[in-house]
């Protein structure tokens, strides 16, 4: 096999895992019997996306995503800062 | 040659990064409680997203591709930690126990 049927190969495969990694974290999202399940499902599912783009840009060739990629995290990050401070502002107005 | 054993060392990267995020998912689907579960999907997904960079890294062979990369390993390597701790912050102070937890010990977090 040469270097580019390989990777491509390579990158086939980690894509199948990371799909079957994706759907049983959506299934945690739509179970999670509480808020913070539910917010940790949608931070895997934004840093699993992560490495979803960064293997289209290898597939693709286009290594411009990568900047997406790191949108993408920039994002993510910021979300769940959001959710949390959410959460954390809810207990203390309920109690 | 030179170029077949990088691809060979992408590859691996590639598929463990794959399959670090195959074990991120089984791992917030099957843990019994939220913290176990936040334990797996910061770990394992940081982990998985880390290597698929690094794949791309080694398959790109650009600096600036590889400087992007580096970049995108510190800044989840240093985000993710601290979006877990705050939601397990959050989630403590508003009343989720741990599983296994003594409560006849009153703590008072």
Excluded at chain 1, 11 to 34: A, N
Excluded at chain 2, 14 to 24: D, N, P, R, T
Excluded at chain 2, 82 to 90: N, Q, Y
């Amino acid at each position: 096999m040469s270097g580019a049927e390989i990777i491509t190969w390579a990158c086939w495969i980690g894509l199948g895992c990371l799909s079957l990694g994706l759907l049983m974290t959506i299934v945690r999202l739509i179970l999670g019997p509480t808020l913070p399940d539910r917010i940790l499902a949608l931070d895997l599912i934004t840093v699993l996306g992560l490495g979803f783009v960064v293997l289209v840009a290898i597939l693709t060739g286009y290594y411009l995503y990568v900047d997406i990629a790191i949108a993408l995290g920039l994002l993510g990050f910021l979300s769940t800062v959001a959710f949390a401070r959410y959460v954390l502002k809810r207990a203390e107005a309920g109690r | 040659m030179i170029t077949e054993i990088f691809a060979w060392i992408a590859a691996v990267a590639i598929v463990a990064g794959g399959v670090f995020g195959l074990l991120a998912g089984i791992g917030v689907l099957r843990l019994p409680d939220l913290y176990t579960r936040m334990h797996a999907a910061s770990k394992a997904g940081l982990v998985g997203a880390g290597l698929t960079l690094v794949g791309i890294a080694i398959v790109a062979a650009d600096s600036s591709i590889v400087l992007r990369a580096i970049l995108g390993i510190v800044f989840l390597a240093l985000t993710t930690p601290v979006s877990a701790h705050l939601l397990a912050r959050a989630a403590i102070k508003a009343g989720h126990v741990p599983l296994n937890t003594d409560t006849t010990e009153k703590s008072d977090s």
